[in-house]
């Protein structure tokens, strides 16, 4: 069980590593995560958005952060097999473009 246990270790911070790369590429956008956890804390700074409804409208569903005091922020599981993580960070893309983009986003 232990060569299986570090082989899960190893791939949950192969993607912890991806999302944490993945989200610096957009301005107004931060990334943390928990020490013991497979979760990424997404937060913006763009204005009044609501993340976990743009994502909504691009078919992502993310843990809203409304949830958690934070309308602009959402909550990642990256435990995840890589091809799942980079589909799903391929949905958020155009979104986290759009937002950064235009500093604010209106309807």
Known sequence: ???WHQSLLAAL???RDRVAQWVHQFPGFACTHGD????SWITQTLG???LDQE???AGVRLSGGRNFGDPSAVRLNFGCSPATLEDALMHMEPIF???SSNGDHHD
């Open 48 to 50: 009044a958005v609501d």
């Open 97 to 99: 473009s759009q937002l």
């Open 1 to 3: 069980g232990w060569e």
């Open 36 to 39: 013991a956890s497979f979760l």
């Open 55 to 57: 994502l909504a409208r």
């Open 13 to 15: 911070r192969a993607n």
